[in-house]
């Protein structure tokens, strides 16, 4: 048997409603890892760049992002298009969790590099069960250490 490391999972979301939510459905899960919640997309980008606030600091790795689309300062796509293009970061599984459906939007993300999309559904039964089955999804995945 392969001995894995804890990953963490930095949570990008703004609405602290959804943040609790999607913890809440993700330990229900059984996901027990650390989970580290920023609300909006430039504290995403400065804590995995360790810029400013973040400086000198490091985030854990192995790291997986759970990241919405509509974030103030700096949207999804933003942070996305960020994460990708910087060196030290580009390896870290990125899994968009917004409500936004669109196939446009959803196409984007791909494009710019995400490493899959989730819907949140509205209704509250079908997000609970989207979570907890995204946290079972979370349990098997592998993910690259720094480079």
Do not use: W
């Not at 973040?54 to 999804?76: C, E, K, R, S, T």
């Not at 490493?115 to 946290?135: D, S, W």
């Amino acid at each position: 048997m392969i001995k894995r490391q804890p990953i963490t999972i930095l949570l990008v979301e703004d609405d602290p409603g959804h943040a609790v939510l999607i913890e809440k459905n993700l330990r229900r899960s059984g996901i027990t890892n650390e989970i580290i919640t920023v609300n909006d997309g430039q504290s995403a980008v400065d804590l995995l760049l360790r810029r400013d606030s973040f400086q000198g600091g490091a985030h854990p790795d192995p790291l997986i992002i759970l990241l919405d689309l509509n974030l103030p300062v700096l949207d999804g796509y933003q942070v996305l298009k960020t994460i990708k293009q910087d060196e030290r970061a580009k390896r870290i599984p990125i899994i968009m969790l917004t409500t936004t459906d669109n196939p446009g939007e959803v196409a984007k993300c791909y494009e710019l590099g995400c490493n899959a999309y989730v819907t949140k559904p509205v209704e509250y039964e079908a997000f609970r069960k989207a979570i907890q089955n995204l946290g079972q999804l979370l349990s098997l995945i592998q993910v690259p250490n720094k480079a």
